[in-house]
């Protein structure tokens, strides 16, 4: 990860239209040799061993989050929050906690009223949370300690690294850093899989919790599709959504609150990353009336626990 972390040092340095313009040419040549695995890895749609299925009979699931990277996605964290309710969508909301901005308890406390979810994103989302087992356990009980201030259960760490044998220092019921495919991440090795699945913790050791629940986000990222490719349709999602569908999989999306304004012309007008994201929910309910269970990502764990015959994760003493 080294060149990762000499990207991340000189990327203040870099206008954003120079930032742009380097990951379009690059994403160009990976989207050139990954048109086997993405948007679509067939690969990924074989279930779990013994899965059950989805409660009540459910064909498939969708689950929404959205990560706050900046003072603009925190401002607009209301808004958004009101559009999914009034499509009958609740979603999860991940603040970095040392990052910055600060997310106030009453804004915490706002979501939670309304059922939406809480979740901690990264420690400060520099690109260093992972780079080396001690730091990773020096950041893990700070992490700790705003799971149990925000009562959170869920974690996803900036830029979708990810270790899943370090996760387990977390008092997390799940982690959400992984995909199913994404070559466009800066570690893009998938998960390989449409489904959450469970990540027991090593035999021998002295792990106060048996494990955690990973949930891949299956649909391809706001900022690949509507940043870097600047796909004007909305077409892949639609189509990925279409894919997971048939195979009974689960559509988790991951919506960042700081690009939802940004946008580019087409024959009919400007369109933005909001807009596409409300089409998308729009042709969810439309398209699939009756047909998914919407759960939050906290609620999906949990029927990944209780399918395991796993009790919840208890705080650590840290």
Same mark, same amino acid.
């Given at each position: ?7 991340y040092a000189v ?5 954003? =239209? ?29 279930? @779990? ?18 990560? *706050? ?27 970095? @906690? ?94 390989d899989t449409i ?5 027991? =913790? ?7 919790? @048996?494990? $955690? ?37 689960? *559509? ?30 729009? $042709?969810?309910?439309?398209? $699939?009336?009756?047909? $998914? ?26």
């Amino acid at each position: 990860m080294l060149k990762d972390r000499m990207y991340y040092a000189v990327k203040p340095l870099l206008p954003w =239209s120079l930032r742009i313009a380097l990951r379009r040419i690059v994403a160009r040549r990976i989207a050139r040799r990954s048109r086997e695995i993405w948007p679509i890895n067939p690969a990924a749609a074989n279930p @779990p061993p013994d899965w059950p299925g989805w409660p009540d009979g459910k064909q498939f699931a969708v689950v929404l989050t959205h990560d *706050v990277e900046g003072p603009r996605g925190l401002a607009r964290c209301a808004e958004l929050a009101n559009r999914e309710a009034k499509l009958g969508f609740r979603s999860s909301f991940n603040f970095i @906690p040392e990052g910055s901005y600060q997310v106030g308890a009453n804004l915490r406390r706002e979501l939670d009223a309304r059922n939406f979810e809480i979740g901690v994103h990264d420690l400060k989302h520099d690109g260093r949370l992972y780079a080396n087992r001690e730091a990773f356990r020096q950041h893990a009980r700070q992490i700790n300690r705003y799971l149990a201030e925000w009562q959170a259960v869920g974690f996803r760490s900036g830029f979708m690294y990810h270790n899943l044998d370090w996760l387990h220092d977390l008092d997390a019921d799940y982690d959400a850093s992984t995909f199913d495919t994404d070559p466009f991440e800066p570690q893009p090795d998938a998960a390989d899989t449409i489904f959450p699945f469970w990540v027991e =913790s090593p035999a021998g050791t002295a792990a106060r919790k @048996p494990g $955690y629940v990973e949930l891949p986000y299956t649909l391809p990222q706001d900022s690949t599709l509507f940043m870097i490719f600047q796909e004007s349709a909305g077409t892949i999602w639609k189509e990925k959504v279409d894919w997971l569908v048939r195979q009974g999989g689960m *559509v988790l999306v991951n919506v960042h609150p700081d690009y939802l304004h940004l946008g580019h012309a087409t024959p009919a007008g400007g369109i933005t990353v909001m807009d596409h994201y409300v089409n998308l929910l729009g $042709y969810l309910k439309d398209t $699939y009336p009756g047909a $998914y269970w919407h759960a939050l990502p906290r609620e999906v764990a949990a029927y990944v626990r209780a399918w395991k015959k796993i009790a919840p994760a208890l705080p650590s003493a840290q």
